[in-house]
């Protein structure tokens, strides 16, 4: 609409090689009163870049940059007009679901699903997701304490600058996950990339690392109770996939041995 945005963050880091802001390594500057904005010592290469939303942990996907060493240059950012918004609730409470995340990831020419953004609710359960692009989404609700399931709308469409309100979700009690994944040879297998595919062939995030630890460990709270795919993979070292079924209030152990492909 062209209004400028000021003291909004921000964040830019070299293409698929940092971890989600704010984590991992990021570049960033605060827009001023003018939505001017200017970050020094940018390697070459491309770049991905993202912007601050309502506080500092919210964050927008706008886009990509090519940097070329040694120039200096404007890049302006120009937002889309859509939005989209709704309410989480607590479904075993039957109350708003104060302090839980939301995520949109938007369908790509390719078919395969990439994270756009990442809001908050409200103490209401309200969230809202600012300057979207017209397409396809699935938004991930997911609780920030106790033991509720994740929940997923699907098949939002949004047309270039639509406002689309009522995107409600209700979580239920959900279960946890340990993981642990092995090498052919039994030992643990540290920086695994994990997957987790609900009984809808549904791929969903549960944290911004998804990646096994030093251990080969890595637990997951907060699952939907159904049956689910988990495939782990590692370069070099191959994958492995198995189904479990996740019952509310339950946790469940799950082992992985990696195959060599």
Same mark, same amino acid.
């Given at each position: ?37 200017? /970050? ?23 886009? $990509? ?87 997923? $709308?699907?098949? /939002? ?65 907060? /699952? ?28 469940? $152990? ?8």
């Amino acid at each position: 609409h062209g209004q400028v945005l000021a003291g909004r963050t921000v964040m830019i880091a070299p293409f698929n090689k940092a971890l989600p802001p704010p984590l991992g390594n990021w570049s960033s500057a605060t827009t001023d009163a003018a939505g001017v904005y200017a /970050i020094p010592d940018l390697q070459p290469g491309l770049h991905e870049v993202f912007i601050s939303g309502r506080v500092p942990s919210e964050v927008l996907r706008v886009g $990509a940059l090519q940097v070329d060493a040694g120039a200096e240059f404007v890049h302006d950012i120009e937002l889309p007009g859509a939005s989209l918004g709704g309410v989480v609730r607590d479904a075993e409470r039957n109350e708003a679901l104060g302090i839980g995340v939301v995520v949109a990831m938007l369908r790509g020419a390719n078919g395969a699903y990439e994270f756009v953004a990442r809001v908050f609710t409200d103490s209401d359960g309200r969230y809202r997701f600012e300057f979207l692009p017209g397409g396809e989404y699935r938004v991930f609700a997911y609780a920030t304490r106790g033991s509720l399931g994740q929940e997923v $709308a699907d098949g /939002i469409v949004l047309v270039a600058g639509e406002a689309r309100a009522g995107v409600d979700l209700a979580l239920h009690p959900g279960g946890r996950l340990a993981l642990m994944v092995r090498d052919a040879s039994g030992a643990p297998v540290e920086g695994a990339t994990l997957e987790l595919v609900d009984e809808n062939g549904i791929t969903t995030p549960f944290d911004e690392h998804g990646l096994s630890n030093a251990l080969g460990a890595k637990e997951i709270g907060g /699952i939907k109770p159904g049956r689910w795919t988990v495939q782990a993979t590692r370069a070099g070292l191959g994958s492995a996939r198995a189904e479990v079924t996740i019952t509310a209030g339950a946790r469940h $152990a799950l082992e992985l041995k990696l195959t060599p492909q």
